[in-house]
């Protein structure tokens, strides 16, 4: 046993969003003609994430998402958010130069935008996915083979926004030790430790978890943008800094009488031998303890 926490988890893939198309006008099916990214590809302003049904879909994250098409002249807190985002002179306006921005987003998809290549140009609300805003960068997580057939409520894309985290049950006397904004190590079973920080701390949930743990309250853990870490994956959290082991037995194999607390151990003539011993803490089932007489291997008593 250690003196410090350690609390299993697992990782978490970052929130998730996902990007629906609309089947495009004069045509009857949603039918992907192609993929511009893969798996893990990051997305930033403006990227294509491939087509439907021959039109492009390409991704922002907006401040105020759009909510219709924007043709020249239109005015808008939309127009404003697409502005930003696209990198230009931010006139609330749809002027020349957002108009020419969208024009070079099409030419380097290689598809003729809405309303032709001069005057006609406009913004297509069908063709640009608006994503909420996120601190760190989106990360394709899906995207179907070119040819898939989309079913009317299924996805074009689903995208990992912000970054991965760690999801754990803490007991009460485990979250009274945790704080938000402190730092902790995560490592998988025979790997490197990586930092990562307490981002939040929830309510007490009376329900124990399916994988056993009991009531407590949920801890959010955010890891680096970097991390190296695949959602699923089984993880140790260490809250506070790691101290070395100390020796344990099953609290059940503890003892009690006049003399003192103490264990049976079986010696090599398989006769019980009373061991003193000093208790330093309990947990989940075992009891840290001091004893000269007792070694690691040693075996001792449990049932009565």
């Given at each position: 046993m250690t003196d410090d926490v350690r609390i299993q988890g697992e990782?978490?893939?970052s929130d998730s969003y996902q990007v629906h198309a609309q089947?495009?006008?004069g045509t009857h099916r949603a039918v992907?003609?192609?993929?511009?990214?893969?798996?893990?590809?990051?997305?930033?302003?403006?990227?294509?994430l491939?087509?439907?049904?021959?039109?492009?879909?390409?991704?922002?994250?907006?401040?105020?998402?759009?909510?219709?098409?924007?043709?020249?002249?239109?005015?808008?807190?939309?127009?404003?958010?697409?502005?930003k985002a696209l990198g230009v002179s931010i006139t609330g306006i749809v002027d020349w130069q957002t108009l020419e921005a969208?024009?070079?987003?099409?030419?380097?998809?290689?598809?003729?935008?809405?309303?032709?290549?001069?005057?006609?140009t406009y913004v297509r609300l069908s063709e640009f996915a608006s994503l909420p805003p996120t601190d760190g960068t989106p990360v394709v997580r899906t995207i179907p083979a070119v040819g898939s057939l989309l079913e009317p409520d299924a996805p074009f894309a689903e995208l990992s926004l912000g970054s991965s985290f760690v999801s754990l049950r803490a007991s009460v006397r485990e979250s009274d030790q945790i704080t938000v904004g402190d730092g902790v190590s995560v490592q998988v079973p025979g790997g490197v430790m990586e930092p990562a920080v307490i981002a939040a701390v929830g309510e007490f949930?009376?329900?124990?978890?399916?994988?056993?743990?009991?009531?407590g309250k949920d801890i959010r853990i955010e890891l680096p943008q970097e991390t190296k870490l695949a959602?699923?994956?089984?993880?140790?959290?260490?809250?506070?800094?790691?101290?070395?082991?100390?020796?344990?037995?099953?609290?059940?194999?503890i003892r009690s009488d006049v003399d003192g607390e103490y264990v049976l151990r079986r010696d090599a003539k398989e006769e019980k031998e009373r061991i003193p011993i000093v208790v330093l803490r309990n947990a989940n089932g075992w009891t840290a303890l001091e004893s000269d007489e007792l070694s690691?291997?040693?075996?001792?008593?449990?049932?009565?």
């Open positions: 990782v978490v893939g089947l495009p006008e992907v003609t192609d993929t511009a990214v893969e798996h893990g590809t990051p997305l930033t302003n403006g990227t294509l491939g087509a439907v049904s021959d039109r492009p879909i390409f991704v922002f994250s907006l401040e105020i998402p759009l909510f219709r098409d924007l043709k020249a002249k239109d005015k808008g807190s939309d127009v404003i958010s697409l502005q969208v024009r070079s987003l099409y030419a380097k998809a290689e598809i003729i935008p809405p309303g032709g290549w001069w005057e006609g949930q009376s329900q124990g978890t399916a994988a056993g743990r009991p009531p959602a699923g994956q089984l993880v140790s959290v260490l809250f506070g800094s790691a101290t070395e082991p100390v020796t344990a037995v099953p609290t059940l194999a690691l291997g040693d075996e001792v008593l449990v049932s009565p």
